[in-house]
T-cell receptor, first 116, second 116 residues
């Protein structure tokens, strides 16, 4: 089945610097790649997603890149701020659809800490 | 954006009892709902996928007789943990998908279950 590997598991950066989190997936049929931010005890919140027909997407300080050939995608956060501190999860859709929406397989998560 | 509620937010129960968790999509019709379990400092693990009016599809290793899922309407899915034991203590999160953004999953706030 689909496997998603996420690195690093923890990341600490100085405020104002950039942060990059990388994920690889195994199912070549995956076509939807969301990124979620989860604060302690809260629900995951979608921050950006990308579909397989594009290679890059940007939303203000957040960008995601996708390399379908290599089966990896990355999250880039620029000009980091203390409120960016959280756990970030990548996910990839399972290639087949049973009925309705596709399932997601999540990476292991990255704990991002922004140091003031 | 799409809003998903979950009730209760926290429950403490004795070993052997059953607990029902409700997941509702408040402003859209959810064709598909997903149930996840998240242990401390771990990723989200998909337990099952449910489509309105159909039986849930369980992930490998998840006991369908222990985790009963009902998706009776396009806005409500329930998860019942039967004969709960301490090892079932976890954070249970639902997500809902539907409407125009076909694959995007909107998460509920989660239910923290503690079994004594």
């Amino acid at each position: 089945g689909e496997n998603v590997e996420q690195h690093p598991s923890t990341l600490s950066v100085q405020e104002g610097d950039s942060a990059v989190i990388k994920c690889t997936y195994s199912d070549s049929a995956s076509n939807y790649f969301p990124w979620y931010k989860q604060e302690l005890g809260k629900r995951p919140q979608l921050i950006i997603d990308i579909r397989s027909n594009v290679g890059e997407k940007k939303d203000q300080r957040i960008a995601v890149t996708l390399n379908k050939t290599a089966k990896h995608f990355s999250l880039h956060i620029t000009e980091t701020q203390p409120e960016d501190s959280a756990v970030y999860f990548c996910a990839a859709s399972v290639g087949y659809r049973i009925q309705g929406a596709q399932k997601l397989v999540f990476g292991q998560g990255t704990r991002l800490t922004i140091n003031p | 954006g799409a809003v998903v509620s979950q009730h209760p937010s926290r429950v403490i129960c004795k070993s052997g009892t059953s607990v029902k968790i409700e997941c509702r999509s408040l402003d859209f019709q959810a064709t598909t709902m997903f149930w996840y379990r998240q242990f401390p400092k771990q990723s989200l693990m998909l337990m099952a996928t449910s489509n309105e009016g159909s039986k849930a599809t369980y992930e490998q290793g998840v006991e369908k007789d222990k985790f009963l899922i009902n998706h009776a309407s396009l806005t409500l899915s329930t998860l019942t943990v039967t004969s709960a034991h301490p090892e079932d203590s976890s954070f249970y999160i639902c997500s809902a998908s539907g409407g125009t953004s076909y694959n995007e999953q909107f998460f509920g706030p989660g239910t923290r279950l503690t079994v004594l």
